[in-house]
């Protein structure tokens, strides 16, 4: 026993010299390198191309990048926007715009998508068997939106948007595609004179329908959503099994495209509304999907969801006066088209914040997930705008300096949740700010009560329009807002 305790020290102590110690990292530490920088969200990643597509958005420097230099907000009262962003995938993150088209329903791409997940609702039913009679539980199973409000890891999911190059040629049309290739297989069958000949050549059809471009090709079906997100499995030593989830969803799925990967249309709970939505989640692996819920901590059934323009939700509140009901319709938004921020507003309510917040002097605007944010006004001047005019209406596909202005309704106050106590770079939520702020100087809007309110919605009263960054607002009518109750 004392030969094989002193033969373990004495290896022990040939281990443990100095030069043992640096073969053995010169050894090992290049495989634990590369397995970091190959696998590390926060390593370099490798390039990613759609092909036939471009990505849309900026991809250097933000324009919000000095929003927290005083002298950035340049209050010379001529509101300019100083920043757009569109948000592709509901309470994600997102891509940052110089410029935005605007439809009736928001920017473009904004809200376009939304996860869910599905809940289930205990109901009572009465049962009658034979002269026996007593109550059995049944069960209603739902697909409700998810925000960061409950699963605040959302705000990690990293968003782009691939658009079909505009200086590719066409390819051809859908349909003419379909004619042609249907032309082409009842000439092959015509030939045949066997009745297993036509049914191969039905197989062979069948095979090449499911390769068609109107099915694979990015350009044909709109382009591409990507979504990232870090997946980190619990044994993970050193951090070298950390991994780079992309997701790829098709921005206009072809009515083609949606047979092959066997899109549904079910009915999705958005607040008070229950539309009619194309859940696309078959476009996501099992492996990944599970990789999600992990990632976001859900537990029940996950689904991904897009927008169906056939099943709007119309917005019934704090309309222009004489509104006809159901003019104005909004997809995944929470209630209105577009959400409109003042730089000089965050800043206040930044400096209202405790000093031991952790948010204090450093209060990001994209915590408040607008589409447009203003510079050049006083904090909370915005809160008084009833009529506003901003970038140009687009005739046919262009515009030009002397065309008309988009008009915008200016409906009413932003009623805050949570959802801004979310940190946008990590992820986290705070317990308290900065929604305890708000609540104690923002209860400004008896409508909105008990919710605090910052930023403004508004309503496009017009076709189709541009904004950019840098075009100058010019306000046409002020007022007061009182906020009515959400979808009646």
């Known amino acids: 026993m004392a030969a094989i305790t002193a033969l373990i020290r004495h290896y022990l102590e040939y281990l443990s010299k100095p030069g043992m110690i640096l073969s053995v990292l010169g050894l090992v530490l290049p495989f634990i390198l590369v397995a970091y920088f190959d696998t590390n969200p926060a390593s370099p990643r490798k390039a990613v191309r759609i092909p036939g597509c471009l990505r849309l958005g900026l991809q250097s420097r933000s324009n919000l990048e000095d929003q927290f230099e005083r002298r950035s907000l340049s209050n010379d009262g001529q509101p300019t926007v100083k920043a757009l962003f569109t948000y592709p995938v509901k309470s994600c993150r997102g891509v940052e715009l110089t410029a935005s088209e605007v439809q009736a329903t928001g920017l473009n791409f904004d809200r376009l998508f939304t996860f869910a997940q599905l809940t289930s609702t205990s109901k009572q039913a009465e049962q009658t068997l034979g002269n026996a009679s007593g109550v059995s539980e049944e069960w209603d199973h739902q697909w409700r939106f998810i925000t960061q409000r409950e699963f605040p890891r959302l705000a990690l999911l990293e968003t782009e948007l691939w658009l079909p190059d505009p200086r590719n040629k066409p390819a051809i049309p859908a349909h003419k595609a379909r004619s042609r290739s249907r032309l082409d297989a009842e000439s092959s069958q015509s030939r045949s004179r066997s009745r297993s000949r036509g049914n191969t050549l039905e197989l062979e059809r069948g095979r090449k329908d499911s390769d068609a471009p109107e099915v694979t090709s990015w350009v044909a079906n709109g382009g591409c959503l990507l979504l990232r997100f870090p997946f980190e499995p619990d044994i993970n030593p050193f951090g070298i099994r950390t991994e780079t989830v992309t997701l790829q969803i098709p921005l206009v799925p072809t009515p083609q495209r949606q047979e092959a990967q066997n899109y549904k249309r079910e009915e999705l709970i958005i607040w008070k509304g229950c539309p009619l939505a194309l859940n696309v989640t078959n476009e996501i692996s099992a492996i990944n999907l599970e990789k999600l819920k992990y990632f976001l901590g859900i537990s029940n059934p996950l689904a991904l969801f897009r927008v169906d323009e056939h099943s709007l939700r ?137 919710h605090p309110c910052l930023g403004m919605q508004m309503i496009p009263r017009f076709r189709t329009g541009i904004v950019q960054v840098g075009d100058t607002i010019s306000v046409s009518e002020t007022g007061e807002h009182c906020c009515e109750k959400m979808f009646k």
């Open 314 to 450: 119309p917005v019934s509140r704090c309309l222009p006066q004489g509104t006809p009901a159901g003019t104005y319709k909004v997809g995944f938004a929470d209630a209105f088209a577009v959400n409109l921020m003042s730089l000089a507003s965050v800043r206040a309510t930044d400096d209202e914040l405790p000093d031991e917040a952790d948010a204090k002097s450093k209060l990001d605007a994209r915590r408040f997930r607008a589409n447009i944010y203003v510079t050049g006004i006083q904090a909370f001047e915005e809160d008084h705008w009833k009529t506003i005019h901003l970038g140009h209406q687009i005739n046919g596909h262009s515009f030009s300096a002397s065309s008309t202005t988009a008009e915008y309704q200016v409906a009413c106050r932003t009623a805050r949740c949570k959802v801004p106590n979310v940190n946008p770079d990590t992820g986290e939520k705070d317990r308290n700010e900065p929604y305890t702020t708000l609540g104690r100087t923002r209860k400004v809007d008896e409508g909105a009560y008990p």
